[in-house]
């Protein structure tokens, strides 16, 4: 069942006399519980198309629907309450608290959402139980972005938005966080959507979009991804 579908979505910036279009009639749809890669050279529109999708932002043509409610004309407010319940965050630098502890920094979502799960077992299900009242700097960079998935997890949200997640860990602790991902999406059903340069993870998409100078050149669907520890860059 598709959870996902652009239709005709444009996303204009004006800057001055001159407009550009970062994306530019964009049309797909994503069917619920698929690992879904987006790829595109720097510029093509990946992060703009992420935005959207995530209610950072609205299209300036076209319509978005997720999980059966058109976003595309949400006031602000109503757009906070799509991310609270609808979405989790995964970025590049994790976009911890530093000033929290890592159980403070997952319990913090109990806060916006009123279905938030439980933050000591979300940390659990990322196996870092251990560290429950270490602050983010003084874990490794792959334990805080496992903390950021948790806190992503704890709003329990149907689709998983990362940038980059892997972007900033060696290849082996890269691995580990996507075959963690996957297993969102295989074990939970969770929708996971990943924007990344890195070729080598599209090998285990169940789709995988390209994006060129903001258009899609193409949706290709894989029978038979790779595991994520068949996956190395
Ligand atoms: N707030 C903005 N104002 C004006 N132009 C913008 C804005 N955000 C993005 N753009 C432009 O839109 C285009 C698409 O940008 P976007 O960030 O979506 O690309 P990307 O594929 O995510 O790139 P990267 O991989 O480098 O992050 C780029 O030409 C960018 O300069």
């Known amino acids: 069942m598709s959870i996902v579908q652009f239709e005709n979505v444009t996303r204009t910036y004006t800057s001055g006399d001159h407009e550009l279009k970062a994306l530019d009639q964009v049309s797909f749809s994503l069917d619920e519980g698929k690992f879904v890669v987006i790829l595109g050279p720097s510029g093509a529109g990946k992060s703009t198309l992420l935005n959207l999708l995530g209610g950072l932002d609205s299209p300036t043509e076209g319509k978005i629907t997720v999980n059966g409610r058109d976003i595309s004309t949400l006031s602000d407010n109503e757009l906070a309450d799509y991310r609270a319940a609808t979405v989790g965050f995964v970025f590049q630098f994790y976009n911890l608290i530093p000033t929290l502890t890592v ?120 029978e038979n991804p790779l595991n994520a520890d068949e996956v190395e860059w």
């Open 103 to 222: 159980y403070e920094n997952v319990e913090l979502v109990s806060m916006i959402t009123k279905n938030a799960l439980d933050a000591k077992q979300m940390i659990a299900e990322v196996g870092l139980s251990d560290h429950l009242h270490n602050f983010p700097s003084e874990l490794s960079g792959g334990e805080q972005q496992r903390i950021s998935i948790a806190r992503a997890l704890a709003k329990n949200p149907k689709i998983l938005l990362c940038d980059e997640p892997t972007g900033a860990l060696d290849s082996e602790t890269g691995v580990m966080i996507l075959k963690l991902l996957l297993g969102m999406a295989r074990d939970y059903g969770k929708t996971i959507v990943i924007v990344t340069h890195n070729q080598s993870i599209a090998k285990m998409a169940d789709v995988v979009i390209r994006v060129k100078n903001g258009k899609i050149r193409s949706i290709n669907e894989q």
